[in-house]
């Protein structure tokens, strides 16, 4: 009779622990849109697609492996401007909302996201303060009344230094909060380049070992701000006019005061400001100022269609590729309008606008 061997009970246990491999967890991201039957939404995280869905019946459902991170997560539509992202601190999350006004959406379950959208309720609160005064600066101009638009004026700067430092704040007191390094990457427009530095530099004495996407964009950021502001060479690019043929910024600048101007068809501000580079190029351009556009629009005839109807008569370039601009990125460039004005290869100065640029222009041409 043969003789049967058995292994120790301990090696049989450790044997089947190594075979069973454990379950990965994960948590749910269910999505209500509405009109967005039959599209495609993308989910992406870091700036990448990662997953899509067909809408339903206005519903998707992503499922998620939990992480030992909380990054943010976002979804996007073919033709939404940018994503619409949100925390999930790995739990059930739920996002309702209309496929139409992407910024009303709703999210549901994720206390990260509560205080986001916390954050969010007092910035905006500030915003309309700003924006009311904005528009009271407007019509005392439109009527005439230069000194009730220069005290308005002061009243604006201040309430733009509240919102300012409502963020800077947040992020200051908060440094280890993901939301804080959202804040800092959503409203990196408020700050330059040394006030970014310090409150990263706030954020690693806080945590040194902290890592986030949003605060690994903003290192990448700021130093790409730092190498375009004046006193910077300037960064080469080649881009197409509207036939198709390619613009190279170096050889349009040879022998000119060029002013590079970063702009869309689709934005207020923009088209707010159009005027008056407008009149500088009127007035200076016989003494050799010029002016190439670079557009962040996606869409070829509304970007034409602006040109026109502003009377911009300048060279335009684009890639039609919105926020994602090749140029764009190269000059760390996050709200619109924004500008770089260049003579002899060098940036000389930065994001001017109005009788501050009319004034720089006449000083760098003297």
């Not at 990457?185 to 996407?213: L, V």
């Not at 970063?262 to 707010?272: H, I, L, N, T, Y």
């Not at 050799?288 to 060279?315: N, P, R």
């Amino acid at each position: 009779m043969m003789k049967k061997h058995f292994l120790p009970l301990a090696v049989v246990l450790m044997l089947a622990a190594c075979n069973h491999q454990p379950a990965v967890e994960t948590f749910p991201i269910h999505v209500d849109l509405a009109n967005a039957d039959g599209q495609m939404l993308y989910l992406q995280k870091g700036g990448q697609t990662i997953d899509s869905a067909v809408v339903e019946n206005w519903k998707a459902t992503f499922n998620m492996p939990v992480c030992a991170d909380n990054e943010m997560y976002a979804i996007m539509l073919k033709d939404w401007r940018r994503p619409f992202a949100f925390f999930v601190d790995n739990v059930e999350t739920n996002l309702e909302g209309d496929s139409q006004n992407p910024s009303s959406i709703v999210v549901k379950g994720s206390e990260t996201h509560a205080r986001w959208d916390a954050f969010v309720e007092g910035y905006d609160a500030l915003e309309a303060k700003s924006d009311s005064i904005s528009q009271q600066i407007a019509l005392a101009k439109q009527n005439g009344d230069q000194t009730l638009a220069e005290q308005l004026q002061q009243q604006y700067d201040d309430a733009y230094e509240i919102q300012k430092m409502y963020c800077f704040d947040y992020v200051w007191e908060h440094p280890t909060d993901p939301v804080a390094h959202y804040v800092l990457y959503r409203y990196k427009w408020h700050f330059g380049p040394c006030e970014i530095r310090y409150m990263i530099d706030n954020i690693h004495q806080a945590d040194s070992s902290i890592h986030s996407n949003n605060l690994t964009v903003m290192e990448e950021y700021v130093e790409k701000l730092e190498r375009t502001q004046a006193g910077q060479p300037i960064i080469d690019f080649t881009q197409n006019d509207a036939e198709g043929n390619p613009v190279t910024l170096s050889e349009l600048a040879q022998g000119k005061l060029l002013l590079v101007d970063f702009w869309a068809s689709w934005c207020p501000d923009c088209r707010k400001e159009n005027p008056n580079v407008v009149a500088a190029y009127n007035r200076f351009h016989e003494q050799g100022f010029d002016v190439l556009g670079v557009s962040f629009d996606t869409k070829k005839e509304a970007w034409l269609a602006a040109i026109e109807k502003d009377g911009l008569t300048w060279t335009h370039v684009s890639d039609l590729q919105g926020w994602n601009n090749a140029a764009g990125q190269l000059y760390s460039i996050a709200f619109i309008p924004q500008n770089a004005l260049i003579k002899d290869g060098m940036i000389v100065a930065r994001n001017l606008e109005g009788e501050a640029l009319m004034a720089e222009i006449e000083r760098q041409l003297q």
